[in-house]
């Protein structure tokens, strides 16, 4: 079992930044691949970005490309989000989630494929 936990979210005004963070606990942090979504109210859950267990290979979602940036530590045990030029349409709930894999370089996208989830952090972008 892995537990995770996220923080950092909040309300900010469009143009603003956050950090969101992902604290895990539980098997080996780097064992995983670990990836953020988000959902608005009344729509999907949309994936926004992923990193590789070496944290050198990541991945992002095409609404977020050039303005979120995915990072993590793995003595820290921690996966991080750095959100800048943040927009309304980015209000949602962001999770963060651990996906097994026994590939160092691996990022993974669909949600379907990542087995633990955290709670949430809700981010309010005003306008």
């Known amino acids: 079992q892995v537990q995770l936990v996220e923080s950092g979210g909040g309300l900010v005004q469009a143009g603003g930044s956050l950090r969101l963070s992902c604290a895990a606990s539980g098997r080996t942090f780097a064992d995983y691949a670990m990836g953020w979504f988000r959902q608005a109210p009344g729509k999907e859950r949309e994936f926004v970005a992923a990193?590789?267990?070496?944290?050198?290979?990541?991945s992002y979602g095409d609404s977020v490309k050039g303005r979120f940036t995915i990072s993590r530590d793995n003595a820290k045990n921690t996966v991080y989000l750095q959100m800048k030029s943040l927009k309304p349409e980015d209000t949602a709930v962001y999770y963060c989630?651990?996906?097994?894999?026994?590939?160092?370089?691996?990022?993974?996208?669909?949600?379907?494929?990542?087995?633990?989830w955290g709670q949430g952090t809700q981010v309010t972008v005003s306008s």
């Open positions: 990193i590789s267990r070496s944290g050198g290979m990541k």
């Open positions: 989630a651990a996906a097994p894999t026994n590939l160092y370089f691996k990022v993974v996208v669909k949600a379907a494929e990542y087995d633990y």
